[in-house]
């Protein structure tokens, strides 16, 4: 169900990459489904939108605020869909309230909002909407404040609308649609900032007096065509002796294991003995997509046995501000966040008490992340992993 705080309509099961994350070039092995446009497994199951896409039906946090709620027309409730927008023409921002480019293109942003008020050509028939990908409701709020931001922004916290989009590879990630038959249709998409709030306004207006937009090169892939934490079944073998070896265990095999899940995600079976028992953990090495345009992808991988509960945690790149990664203290503080809990009871990322100082965004990436485990656990489950 769709629920106010930021949280966006969940309506189909996804996989999405499991990670974890190394530090410094040391190896720690300690220790809701999404609403998509595809399914599981398949890179190409959610597809990169582009221009002559509608955009995706998709349930949007509605703004709260009735000046808000008027100037997009849409009915004061707690969710809606872009198409109930009334407008003929549509400029949505993908962003987040950490990006530096983002912080820096909401002034470009609020000149384009004041000429597009200004023009009687325009005023009314465009409508500007920003979106906070990994944000909070009252982060956006903050940010509108601080960039006296004029016109609505919304947060996307779990990450739904972006999914839907076929996860862009960066913000900030602007469209311009355009209404066609009931829904808005994208006519121009980048990543990356604006140059100047002249050339962004001559497109919307060539566009609302029926000219055709010069095709331009895309600028922009899916973050999961990326992505690619290097990790050979030989590497997770090496790693998973030599922490398992320290903790008291042996490792007699570890088996790489075919089940669907999102490229470049892997999961693999380890068989340990300790004290003349013998068990079976779960690896799961995977990706996720930086946010920012000048960040790092994360990855990482976590461990689970057959109850679901997380055994370890595993860095492979855990970067935070300037890219730099994670100290052992930051590892260890992102740890204890997760070991010992079950994957068939993911924890909702709470920013106060679990991000890392200067990474935010690559805490709530690895929350995103490991709130899939359930999944994993329940394919291990049909294919008799957990017997």
Same mark, same amino acid.
């Given at each position: 169900?769709?629920?106010?705080?930021?949280?966006?309509?969940?309506?189909?099961?996804?996989?999405?990459?499991?990670?974890?994350?190394?530090?410094?070039?040391?190896?720690?092995?300690?220790?809701?489904?999404?609403?998509?446009?595809?399914?599981?497994?398949?890179?190409?199951?959610?597809?990169?939108?582009?221009?002559? &896409?509608?955009?995706?039906?998709?349930?949007?946090?509605?703004?709260? #605020? *009735? +000046?808000? %709620? @008027? /100037?997009?027309?849409?009915?004061?409730?707690?969710?809606?869909?872009?198409?109930?927008?009334?407008?003929?023409?549509?400029?949505?921002?993908?962003?987040?309230?950490?990006?530096?480019?983002?912080?820096?293109?909401?002034?470009?942003?609020?000149?384009?909002?004041?000429?597009?008020?200004?023009?009687?050509?325009?005023?009314?028939?465009?409508?500007?909407?920003?979106?906070?990908?990994?944000?909070?409701?009252?982060?956006?709020?903050?940010?509108?404040?601080?960039?006296?931001?004029?016109?609505?922004?919304?947060?996307?916290?779990?990450?739904?609308?972006?999914?839907?989009?076929?996860?862009?590879?960066?913000?900030?990630?602007?469209?311009?649609?355009?209404?066609?038959?009931?829904?808005?249709?994208?006519?121009?998409?980048?990543?990356?900032?604006?140059?100047?709030?002249?050339?962004?306004? &001559?497109?919307?207006?060539?566009?609302?007096?029926?000219?055709?937009? #010069? *095709? +331009?090169? %895309? @600028? /922009?892939?899916?973050?999961?065509?990326?992505?690619?934490?290097?990790?050979?079944?030989?590497?997770?073998?090496?790693?998973?002796?030599?922490?398992?070896?320290?903790?008291?265990?042996?490792?007699?095999?570890?088996?790489?294991?075919?089940?669907?899940?999102?490229?470049?995600?892997?999961?693999?079976?380890?068989?340990?003995?300790?004290?003349?028992?013998?068990?079976?953990?779960?690896?799961?090495?995977?990706?996720?997509?930086?946010?920012?345009?000048?960040?790092?992808?994360?990855?990482?991988?976590?461990?689970?046995?057959?109850?679901?509960?997380?055994?370890?945690?595993?860095?492979?790149?855990?970067?935070?501000?300037?890219?730099?990664?994670?100290?052992?203290?930051?590892?260890?503080?992102?740890?204890?966040?997760?070991?010992?809990?079950?994957?068939?009871?993911?924890?909702?990322?709470?920013?106060?008490?679990?991000?890392?100082?200067?990474?935010?965004?690559?805490?709530?990436?690895?929350?995103?992340?490991?709130?899939?485990?359930?999944?994993?656990?329940?394919?291990?489950?049909?294919?008799?992993?957990?017997?």
């Amino acid at each position: 169900m769709f629920k106010r705080g930021g949280v966006f309509k969940k309506a189909g099961p996804k996989l999405f990459a499991l990670m974890l994350v190394i530090t410094a070039g040391v190896w720690f092995f300690q220790g809701v489904a999404y609403s998509s446009r595809g399914g599981i497994g398949d890179d190409d199951s959610i597809p990169l939108i582009k221009a002559g &896409d509608n955009f995706p039906e998709t349930e949007l946090f509605a703004p709260r #605020a *009735k +000046t808000d %709620q @008027n /100037y997009l027309g849409i009915a004061d409730k707690s969710g809606f869909y872009l198409k109930e927008v009334k407008a003929d023409a549509m400029v949505v921002e993908f962003m987040n309230v950490h990006c530096l480019h983002c912080k820096m293109q909401a002034p470009i942003l609020d000149k384009v909002y004041e000429a597009i008020e200004k023009d009687p050509d325009m005023k009314g028939r465009v409508k500007l909407l920003s979106i906070g990908v990994g944000n909070r409701e009252k982060d956006m709020e903050k940010f509108r404040q601080e960039k006296k931001v004029p016109f609505p922004m919304i947060p996307d916290r779990d990450f739904v609308a972006m999914e839907n989009i076929g996860y862009p590879d960066a913000t900030p990630f602007i469209m311009i649609l355009k209404r066609e038959n009931g829904n808005f249709v994208v006519k121009y998409a980048q990543k990356g900032m604006i140059k100047t709030p002249e050339g962004f306004l &001559d497109r919307i207006h060539k566009l609302l007096t029926g000219v055709a937009l #010069a *095709k +331009t090169k %895309q @600028n /922009y892939t899916s973050a999961y065509h990326l992505m690619d934490p290097h990790m050979t079944k030989e590497k997770v073998r090496k790693m998973g002796i030599d922490r398992l070896t320290s903790m008291g265990y042996k490792v007699e095999k570890i088996t790489k294991l075919k089940i669907k899940v999102r490229k470049p995600q892997q999961v693999f079976a380890i068989k340990l003995k300790k004290g003349g028992v013998t068990e079976t953990w779960f690896a799961v090495v995977g990706a996720e997509g930086k946010i920012c345009d000048v960040c790092h992808d994360v990855y990482f991988i976590y461990v689970f046995d057959r109850k679901g509960t997380i055994r370890d945690l595993l860095p492979i790149q855990f970067p935070k501000k300037g890219n730099k990664l994670f100290n052992e203290a930051e590892v260890k503080k992102t740890r204890k966040s997760f070991v010992g809990r079950s994957v068939l009871k993911p924890v909702q990322f709470n920013e106060e008490t679990d991000a890392v100082t200067s990474a935010t965004m690559t805490s709530a990436l690895i929350f995103k992340s490991i709130k899939q485990g359930k999944n994993i656990y329940t394919q291990l489950k049909k294919v008799g992993y957990m017997k």
